[in-house]
Structure formats: structure tokens, C-alpha cells
């Protein structure tokens, strides 16, 4: 069975043919699904702060004691629970609403509700504390953050 340089030329385009097909086709079918989805799909916006917690020191630098006197890191939970506490979250809401028509108890309690959920603190490493603010809304996160 001798092929000819024709017949071999051939049969490459007629693979590569084929091959761009297995390609070319998925790569469009997924793009466009992904724009759709991107056009379509609710977004999630973040706004992350870092906080560096730094230890407090005795009042004198010169005891004998040195690290004894130092008063002990911040708590993670102890941020989350300021910042979830109805005081903040209340000021917060009362900042936010600015130059709009005022919000009764109900609709406060409700918002603070919301805004529980959708702050989160944690901890990274021994030094910082990450604050966490998700909003799924698309309108107003400006104002939000």
C-alpha cells in the first residue's frame, strides 16, 4: 500500500479538520455559556479590612517582669461580637440610611438581622484579623461599604 504526498497531505488536513472541531467547538459552546452565566448569575460582592492586633504594654517599661505585664491579644470573637452587637449595627444602619425616609423598629431589627449574616471575622495567623462584609444585592453596596 503506497500513499502518495497527495493522498498524506490529505489525510493531515482532513485529521486537523477534524481535530478543530473537537477544539474549536467547546471552547465556543463554553465561552458563551459562561457569559450567560456571568450576565444571568446573581453576584456576591466582599469587602474584606484587615485588622493588625498589636498587645498592650505595662504602664512601666522598666519592671522587672517584662512580658508578664502584658495584656493578652484580642479575641476573634470578641471583635465579632462588637461588631454584631446591636449598637454598632444600629449606628451603621442609622449612617446608611442618610437622606432616605426612616426605617421603623420592625424593618431595624430585620436589617440588623441581615447584617449579622453577612459579616464574618476570622483570624489569619497570630497578628490580623480579617473582617468579612458578602452582599448579594447590586444596588447600593456603595453606599454599604
Known sequence: MNIGI?????????????????????????TALSVLAV????????ARALLMLQEGQSANPFSA????????RLKAEEIDMLLKS??????????MNLGKKPLTQSAIEGEIRSLRKQINVGVVGNDFIEIEFKQAEREGIGERL
Open 86 to 95: 446591636d449598637r454598632v449595627l444600629s449606628a451603621a444602619l442609622n449612617d
Open 39 to 46: 450576565l444571568f448569575w446573581p453576584r456576591q460582592y466582599t
Open 6 to 30: 497527495a493522498e498524506l497531505i490529505e489525510i493531515f488536513i482532513a485529521a486537523a479538520v477534524r481535530r478543530k472541531r473537537l477544539i474549536i467547538v467547546p471552547i465556543i459552546v463554553f
Open 65 to 72: 517582669d517584662g512580658g508578664a505585664a502584658r495584656q493578652g
